[in-house]
């Protein structure tokens, strides 16, 4: 699982930094027959398990968040 924290934040912007410098139209035109076959074969599968993924984590930054410690209140709660 290290592994994959590791990976998917490099794999996350990869993927931005290609699909915000690629349109659609450039893309059928441009690549190359393996790519565009991959990409179909593959997308399926990526987009039905990223989906449950980003809402779940949309729903949780939505959500009431913690209180925020202040450490020098801590401090004075500890009676230091």
Do not use: C, N, Y
């Amino acid at each position: 699982m290290d592994d994959i924290d590791r990976r998917v934040p490099d794999l996350i912007h990869g993927l931005g930094e290609i699909t915000g410098a690629v349109i659609a139209e450039w893309a059928r035109a441009q690549s190359g027959v393996t790519t565009r076959r991959v990409f179909q074969k593959q997308w399926p599968g990526v987009s039905a398990s990223g989906a449950p993924t980003w809402r779940m984590l949309s729903e949780e930054s939505a959500g009431p968040r913690p209180p925020q410690g202040d450490p020098a209140l801590d401090k004075v709660r500890e009676g230091g």
